[in-house]
């Protein structure tokens, strides 16, 4: 059975900080991708990222990166400078028969 | 802008009277998703269909149907909504291509059961 947990509920942290979103998966695939989706209060759930099992490099995109470890299963997600407008539910997501999502973190970035 | 569209995006019923919401797609998109989802949780799979092939999960209610009449469009049908389905409804689509697989969500809309 796969499996997504992120363990932080909620994240509070002051604009310009650095936060980041911890996502540790289970799979017993040799092959499976691992996403971040962002659902902002409007609800509409927004892709952000999508990384296969065989590519390990880190991957940045603007204020954001991603660092995939495969050895400890975790797909960790930092936002750097942090802005209001990043204050949101972050999902971590796992593919499979299913796409499987984490419960979610709650991000509220404060002025 | 290619993108998915859901319609309304809110909708308040009354318990038991039946209710439909739709989805469409300029994507393109050959798979389309519904997803519940209730406050404070990870969206939950109700259904999808591989193009004209329908796949209900397991423990989706006998209350939820849906149709998809083309490529385009897809409904999801409440026939007797209780105060239990009030959620946020999200359709998805995707186009799955050697085995990748990106979805990609609408708006939602909010259903509200009084």
């Known amino acids: 059975a796969q499996k997504v947990t992120q363990a932080q509920t909620e994240i509070s942290v002051v604009e310009k900080e650095d936060v980041t979103l911890d996502c540790v998966y289970e799979?017993?695939?040799?092959?499976?991708?691992l996403f971040w989706y962002k659902q902002p209060p409007s609800g509409e759930l927004v892709f952000l990222i999508r990384?296969?099992?065989?590519?390990?490099q880190n991957e940045i995109s603007g204020r954001y990166s991603w660092n995939f470890q495969k050895s400890t299963s975790s797909f960790n997600f930092t936002i750097t400078a942090s802005q209001v407008v990043d204050s949101a539910v972050y999902f971590c997501?796992?593919?499979?028969?299913?796409?499987?999502f984490g419960e979610g973190t709650q991000l509220t970035v404060n002025p | 802008d290619a993108m998915v569209i859901q319609n309304p995006r809110y909708q308040v019923t009354q318990f038991g009277k039946p209710v439909t919401l739709s989805c469409s797609q300029t994507?393109?998109?050959?798979?389309m998703y519904w997803y519940q989802q209730k406050s404070s949780q990870a969206p939950k799979l109700l259904f999808h269909?591989?193009?004209?092939?329908?796949?209900n999960e397991a423990d989706t209610p006998d209350n939820f149907q849906s149709r998809r009449p083309n490529t385009s469009f897809c409904f999801l049908d409440i026939r007797s909504p209780g105060l239990g389905d009030a959620a946020m409804y999200l359709c998805?689509?995707?186009?799955?291509?050697?085995?990748?697989?990106?979805?990609?969500f609408g708006p939602g809309t909010r259903l509200l059961v009084l």
């Open positions: 998805a689509t995707s186009r799955p291509t050697g085995g990748i697989e990106t979805q990609y």
């Open positions: 799979t017993r695939d040799t092959t499976y991708y």
């Open positions: 990384r296969n099992s065989f590519d390990e």
């Open positions: 997501a796992l593919s499979g028969s299913r796409l499987t």
């Open positions: 994507l393109n998109h050959n798979v």
């Open positions: 269909y591989y193009d004209k092939d329908f796949n």
